[in-house]
């Protein structure tokens, strides 16, 4: 497969967005966990654009406006109308006081702290301050970021997030902002698919940013939402494809699963589907990466990068020959389920 094979995040009042089957996620070089010099940030940028990528995903987030930052110099390279970008609202960047600053889990950053809003003013305040930091006069596609209980903590403030979304105009400011061409695509990123399934209900949305959560390992989105995604027309980008680590390092002792220690029933399943794929000469990652695409309504995978070497290597991934009988293998072994789409032939 090579990442310039171009699907569409369908949209439905104006222009389809089209999307490499690779695009390159910029939680990293937000300074995810450690700092990453500028200079390895614009080489994992342009070896991506070199190597054909041409979605890239951002956020305010991701470092308080740092990865923005870095994709605005890189964009300007590339010229704006030959990539498609997503960006995010729901986190507001508020100047503090050095002791307020809520870095999360970004190292090194701007002297900001985070404001959640999801209202009408939130959401056209958060994308008029990504246009100003990317340097951009629009994204393509604009999501929703972490109303999910992941996220926000608990079942009920999750649910508190999404009324004011819907109740608070942030819902309708989106509308409108596709509605005026202003972004050709709406939609969330998030880390559950519970709560794409609920704003499903709720409103009219093009696709779902969803992290970790169609995998190797798991495969319960298959049970309503994905099917309802295939049913409704809405595409899904598809990151943290290797659940935060132990998909691509194997079960090591140390292997990290949804940002933790592996639990030990994580760990002997991965090694049993370790097992099989060394059967047929096929790394663990690159399974992992190609898995996901099999489903119709994934449209795109994004694994992240912070160096050149990094995203030359996801690239080989994604061009790894795997036959088709490691699928049907891992479905007898009840490691991947049997309703599982498979991506033979890809």
């Not at 951009?136 to 403030?157: P, W």
Request: net charge negative; with cysteine.
């Amino acid at each position: 497969m090579k990442v310039e094979d171009t699907v569409l995040l369908n949209n439905r009042t104006a222009r389809p967005v089209p999307l490499t089957r690779m695009g390159f996620g910029g939680a990293p070089l937000g300074n995810l966990y450690r700092k990453v010099e500028e200079s390895d940030a614009q080489a994992a940028l342009q070896a991506a654009y070199d190597a054909g990528i041409r979605y890239f995903d951002t956020a305010p987030q991701y470092g308080l406006g740092i990865s923005e930052a870095r994709f605005g110099k890189a964009i300007e390279r590339f010229g704006r109308d030959n990539v498609q970008l997503s960006t995010k609202i729901g986190r507001l960047l508020v100047d503090c006081e050095p002791h307020e600053v809520t870095p999360e889990a970004f190292v090194e950053v701007p002297q900001k702290r985070i404001v959640f809003d999801y209202t009408y003013d939130g959401v056209m305040r958060s994308y008029e301050a990504s246009q100003e930091r990317i340097g951009v006069a629009h994204a393509d596609i604009l999501l929703v970021h972490d109303v999910d209980v992941f996220s926000q903590g608990s079942q009920e403030a999750s649910d508190a997030k999404v009324r004011e979304l819907f109740d608070e105009g942030g819902y309708r400011a989106l509308s409108e902002l596709r509605d005026a061409g202003e972004v050709a695509a709406i939609g969330a990123g998030v880390n559950e698919w519970q709560v794409c399934e609920k704003l499903l209900g709720l409103g009219d949305f093009d696709g779902f940013l969803l992290a970790g959560r169609y995998t190797l390992l798991e495969q319960e989105a298959l049970d309503s939402f994905l099917p309802l995604c295939v049913k409704r027309d809405v595409g899904i980008i598809l990151g943290g494809p290797y659940n935060s680590g132990i998909l691509a390092t194997g079960a090591i002792p140390g292997a990290k699963y949804n940002y933790a220690d592996a639990p030990e029933p994580i760990l002997d399943r991965v090694r049993r589907i370790e097992a099989v794929c060394a059967e047929h000469g096929v790394p663990l990652i690159a399974a992992a990466l190609r898995f996901v695409l099999g489903h119709p309504a994934v449209k795109t995978v994004i694994p992240g990068a912070v160096s050149a070497a990094e995203v030359e290597a996801n690239v080989a991934l994604l061009r790894t020959d795997i036959p088709a009988q490691l699928w049907t293998d891992l479905q007898s072994g009840g490691l991947i389920r049997p309703d599982a789409p498979l991506p033979a032939g890809l």
